[in-house]
């Protein structure tokens, strides 16, 4: 068995995921992961000399239509279905402190 990961990996893994983990959750994902590292370590005995690098596995196209200006909705027809709006412009609530 290569690298494995340990249980206080993945409690650290948790906190900095902002998540809470039960022990039986520590132990399962401890083991999956330690599984995800072993195919990895698996992978990078594969001779790779010849082959050249690529950002995708299969070639890629720009699907998109062209970038023609039409005609844009009216501030009512855009905040039609706004929970909350302020005259023109939609109603959030603040999620940063007093300054």
């Known amino acids: 068995m290569g690298k494995t990961i340990d249980n206080d990996q993945v ?16 132990q399962t ?19 790779t000399d010849n082959v050249e690098p690529m950002a995708h596995a299969l070639e890629t196209h720009n699907v998109l239509a ?8 009216t501030p009512d027809q855009g905040l039609a279905n706004a929970p909350s709006r302020d005259g023109d412009f939609f109603r959030v609530p603040k999620v940063l402190g007093d300054s």
């Open 66 to 73: 062209d970038d023609v200006p039409s005609e844009s909705l």
């Open 11 to 26: 409690r650290r893994i948790g906190v900095l995921s902002r998540i809470e983990l039960s022990d039986q959750q520590v």
């Open 29 to 47: 994902f401890a083991r999956q992961l330690g599984r995800i590292v072993e195919y990895f370590d698996k992978l990078n005995e594969l001779d």
